[in-house]
């Protein structure tokens, strides 16, 4: 489908969805507790049929986190990229593992990192650090005076 | 020339040989004789973490053989490793694990810190909260070498120089019983 | 000094802590994991229950890094991440720098990108067949694999300057012109290598040992690759159709012939005839290219600075290993305000628990020198 195709269909399916402009692949921002929801409809509806995730990252704004999924469809090579805001002091977000098997390693990682929950995640531990560490340090406002030797 | 002339003298075995009938009699120092065998048998640790290994296993191979020089024996256990070749970046997860090892393998032991990043942290020194800023911090270190990675040759140098070292010197253990 | 995660009185999480179960560690200091990953494998005798990987022994902080290096700066972290496709790694910050302030590189510099790259991708599977023959059992390819891959990185030096951490790749071309030996070189070891790749068939794959030691284990189905995000040989060997050289092109790779090799096997052995004949394409490639050079300049011209517009930029190429992303957050300045690498060993390394269910713990190691890990690539 094209990208006009795509919009056309998902603003009618989920007309909560909020489209972010001056991307190359189409951006929608989704509440959190919407996230499932759309989450099973783009993986298992036929016409969409959204079976790759290929990237799962957090970007941390400071006064919010944003987490960013990329989807694509291997039989109909469409690209659609989901963002959602999740507040700074509770950020929480339903899983996507058993949907998509390649979210368990990436949300350990974003939890380990920025600190992000995941609910009904399998086993949500660290995954890079130790496991005794302290903070997530990509965040903006992670200071470590002992290690980090700023330039 | 003179320099040549050194590393020639101390490769052969040490010592002065007496000419008497039927033959001739060697006579040297226990000492001697046990470093000279200690530096041209070191058995080297597989350990390598990052970019660094990759030129060791090249220095282990056809190209650039260390085996020439007695590290043919590259032991997977620290129990019958003489020297570790800390190839790559330690970081704060793998800290103790290289101090375990190092504590396992059995005296006499010497360390080869390879590499930029096993010398100071190399190109991850600023703004990094995980690597531990040089392999000294851990464990201490006889040799170290330059570079990013560092080219086989200056392994293989670095390796000598240890030999060198070895010869001319005492051990830790000889040193820690007061000799 | 013994932390507590490492006496491991029974399995974390799970209820297998139950009478007849072995936990027992590989790693991280281990021959055969190339480089430092720590597996918890839970064993029932000698077969597999559950394979854990416990990872983080050489991260590196190097997203963290990255937000206070300039765009300039950054491409030399890419190196050491996956250290044996180095210049592909270069290659994909390069190119995601040029996307986002639209600048135009020659074609000179585009043909001698991805000759350098094929390059790479030979000697990186080159590595592969001989570290994972070692781990077999087979100590003999190792040293022919070097001995190939040493003749590569010749050529490297005398035109990159550097053999393993090659920094040659620039936003705008490549940092310097080729060496004046540069096509001779290359011509002489495509016509070397030729005769090679038949004796690595006649060493190690025909070999019985060898094939029944690879076929039937770790097998993954079509769907599974997919939702684990394998790409590669790894998802390659399953059927499924992933080559970003195909799927997207990025430099002239649309105008070049070639194949993209699947194999419906689904099992080891079906990814490492993946490898092989991807090494022949390779070839095939390098080929088309080294007599075609065009002449001109090296680099487009760039302003000193560069201050990528506030927006966000994902670019992807293949790598040895699959599918590596670099995806920037900009918000205007001269470094950037947050990259992600979307590694492919890290997906990759996801379904090596899918795949060593049921085998049995010698089998272990044929499973992961298929798959390829390079484990700073999965830490970064």
Redesign the interface.
């Given at each position: 489908m094209t990208n006009e195709e795509l919009k056309l269909f998902l603003s009618e399916k989920f007309p909560s969805l909020i489209i972010e402009e001056?991307?190359?692949?189409l951006t929608y921002y989704t509440e959190a507790n919407e996230w499932k929801l759309l989450a099973n409809e783009l993986c298992s509806n036929i016409s969409l049929q959204f079976?790759?995730?290929?990237?799962l990252?957090c970007?941390?704004w400071k006064t919010h986190l944003t987490m960013?999924y990329?989807l694509t469809s291997?039989t109909f090579?469409h690209t659609v990229v989901i963002k959602s805001k999740l507040n700074k002091e509770n950020p929480e977000i339903e899983t996507v593992c058993n949907i998509?098997?390649?979210a368990?390693?990436?949300e350990r990682?974003v939890y380990d990192l920025f600190g992000v929950k995941f609910l009904n995640h399998?086993?949500l531990?660290?995954?890079?650090?130790?496991?005794d560490w302290k903070g997530h340090?990509?965040l903006k406002d992670?200071e470590?005076p002992i290690?980090?030797?700023?330039? | 020339m003179n320099e040549n002339e050194t590393i020639t003298q101390s490769e052969i075995f040490p010592g002065v040989v007496h000419p008497t009938a039927g033959g001739g009699i060697l006579v040297s120092s226990i000492d001697d004789v046990v470093n000279w065998a200690r530096s041209n048998s070191l058995w080297p640790l597989v350990f390598g973490t990052s970019c660094c290994a990759i030129e060791m296993m090249s220095t282990a191979s056809a190209k650039y053989d260390w085996s020439r020089f007695g590290f043919e024996v590259a032991r997977a256990t620290p129990r019958q490793a003489d020297v570790i070749i800390i190839a790559g970046t330690i970081v704060n997860k793998m800290a103790p694990v290289l101090k375990r090892l190092y504590d396992q393998m059995a005296d006499p032991k010497w360390v080869i810190a390879m590499g930029a990043c096993a010398t100071s942290g190399g190109p991850f020194f600023y703004n990094t909260y995980s690597v531990v800023k040089g392999a000294d911090h851990v464990i201490p270190v006889d040799v170290y070498i330059a570079g990013c990675p560092p080219r086989p040759e200056a392994l293989l140098h670095a390796l000598i120089t240890l030999q060198q070292k070895i010869k001319s010197g005492l051990t830790r253990e000889q040193i820690r019983s007061g000799v | 000094m013994y932390r507590t995660t490492d006496i491991l009185t029974n399995t974390p999480n799970t209820s297998l802590g139950e009478a007849g179960y072995m936990v027992i560690n590989v790693g991280p200091q281990h021959p055969a994991t190339h480089g430092v990953l720590h597996l918890v494998i839970t064993l029932s005798g000698e077969t597999i229950i559950n394979v854990e990987p416990h990872l983080g022994y050489i991260h590196r902080s190097i997203e963290k890094m990255c937000e206070s290096l300039t765009y300039r700066q950054f491409i030399y972290t890419t190196s050491r991440m996956d250290y044996l496709s180095s210049h592909i790694n270069n290659h994909c910050c390069a190119l995601s720098v040029e996307k986002g302030l639209q600048i135009e590189i020659p074609d000179r510099a585009k043909y001698i990108r991805i000759i350098l790259d094929e390059l790479t991708r030979l000697a990186s599977h080159q590595l592969w067949w001989g570290a994972m023959a070692m781990d077999i059992g087979a100590i003999t390819p190792f040293f022919y694999a070097f001995r190939e891959r040493e003749m590569i990185n010749d050529i490297m030096e005398e035109t990159c300057g550097a053999r393993l951490t090659m920094n040659y790749m620039v936003p705008g071309g490549v940092m310097y012109d080729l060496h004046p030996n540069f096509q001779k070189k290359v011509k002489e070891f495509i016509a070397f290598f030729k005769s090679k790749i038949n004796e690595y068939d006649e060493i190690l794959t025909g070999n019985i040992i060898f094939q029944n030691r690879m076929k039937g284990v770790g097998i993954i189905s079509k769907e599974d690759a997919i939702s684990y995000g394998c790409t590669g040989p790894t998802a390659r060997g399953s059927g499924v159709s992933c080559d970003v050289r195909k799927l997207y092109p990025y430099e002239i790779y649309s105008s070049i012939e070639f194949d993209e090799i699947i194999n419906n096997g689904c099992d080891s052995f079906a990814r490492y005839e993946v490898r092989m004949q991807e090494m022949k394409q390779s070839l095939k490639i390098i080929e088309q290219l080294i007599d075609n050079i065009p002449e001109g300049d090296f680099q487009a011209k760039t302003k000193t600075v560069l201050k990528l517009p506030k927006g966000e930029f994902y670019t992807r190429v293949e790598t040895a290993r699959g599918e590596f992303g670099v995806y920037i957050v900009s918000e205007g300045g001269t470094t950037p305000y947050r990259i992600k690498f979307r590694s492919p060993g890290f997906s990759n390394l996801s379904a090596l628990n899918h795949m060593a269910k049921g085998n049995k713990i010698g089998d272990l190691v044929a499973i992961m020198g298929s798959i390829d890990l390079v484990i700073p690539d999965i830490d970064r």
């Open positions: 001056g991307n190359e692949w079976n790759f995730l290929f990237c990252t970007i941390d960013v990329h291997t090579k998509w098997r390649t368990e390693f990436h990682e399998p086993d531990r660290r995954l890079l650090l130790t496991d340090p990509l992670y470590d290690n980090m030797i700023k330039l | - | -």
